[in-house]
């Protein structure tokens, strides 16, 4: 007996359907596991967890702060980079900052919840706080001496020509110091909370400030990755905190280069992305051979 056309149909999208989800759902991911299991893979495919102590303590993968409670860097610990995933390398809330090069104003508002800062501001504020930690220059250009972004809200006479009529630093609020007295010879003013002088018609103007055009702090000590997890930092700002780690330690800061020389990671095959330093692999390497004082 010939089932109807519309039944074999139905029967033969069934059988369909039942093939691809053994294939698919059980065959194919099984194979994967066992692949994952293959000697130079397992240590992969289960997440390159780090041990320590017989405790396991991270991932090769996934980068980690080293702070204390109070979220302050852990000086005998060389410090990983910025992270915007979630309260800091939170693999559950992984994103960037979605801030860009044109974030330079930030939002004062009467309540301090409401402020938020621009990119430029988290810039100069990390890279001076990084420039203390270790003793190093912490200027950049268009940065103030306090660690906000060097920026003025100019007002001209007619709009964007004419003689200005009016200047505000925009990131400094009342009664903080201008970082420059005046432009083009009028007075500049703090900036007032709950202002928004861009809307008014002030121009955004940056001021780059005397600072060296090569920053001793690195882009990324000041930046975070896209991902907010980023296990490593450049071999640049390991070099930059060398002497603090080794004076911590009171071990010889050679040796403590030698260390993240031996942690420092080369070009994916030979001529992809940059050089880094697993940051949790080389504090557990310093940890074993200088313990700290």
């Not at 009467?110 to 270790?134: F, H």
């Not at 800061?253 to 330093?277: I, N, S, W």
Request: net charge negative; proline share 8%.
């Amino acid at each position: 007996m010939r089932l109807p056309t519309w039944i074999a149909q139905h029967l033969a999208a069934l059988r369909a359907v039942l093939v691809f989800t053994v294939l698919l759902g059980l065959v194919y991911p099984l194979a994967l596991v066992a692949v994952g299991q293959l000697p130079g893979l397992h240590h992969k495919a289960d997440g390159s967890l780090i041990t320590s102590g017989g405790t396991t303590v991270g991932s090769a993968l996934i980068g980690q702060s080293f702070t204390d409670a109070d979220g302050n860097p852990i000086a005998r610990y060389f410090q990983s980079r910025p992270s915007a995933a979630g309260d800091g390398y939170d693999p559950t809330s992984t994103s960037a900052s979605n801030l860009g090069p044109e974030s330079v104003v930030d939002t004062i508002a009467t309540d301090p919840e409401e402020s938020s800062e621009s990119l430029l501001t988290q810039v100069c504020g990390r890279s001076r706080s990084i420039g203390e930690l270790n003793g190093v220059d912490g200027r950049r250009p268009y940065c103030t001496d306090d660690g906000v972004g060097a920026v003025l809200a100019v007002f001209r006479a007619d709009g964007l020509t004419g003689p200005v009529t009016r200047v505000v630093s925009v990131n400094q609020a009342a009664p903080a110091t201008p970082f420059v007295g005046s432009y083009e010879g009028v007075p500049v003013e703090p900036a007032q909370p709950g202002e928004d002088y861009v809307a008014a018609g002030g121009v955004v103007t940056p001021i780059r400030g005397d600072a060296p055009a090569d920053p001793a702090v690195p882009a990324d000590a000041v930046t975070a990755s896209a991902s907010g997890l980023d296990p490593q930092i450049s071999p640049a700002y390991a070099e930059v905190q060398v002497n603090r780690v080794a004076r911590e330690r009171g071990a010889d800061p050679a040796a403590v280069r030698e260390l993240v020389k031996e942690h420092t990671d080369g070009r994916g095959l030979g001529f992809l992305g940059e050089p880094g330093v697993n940051v949790l692999e080389l504090n557990i390497a310093l940890d074993r051979q200088f313990a700290a004082r």
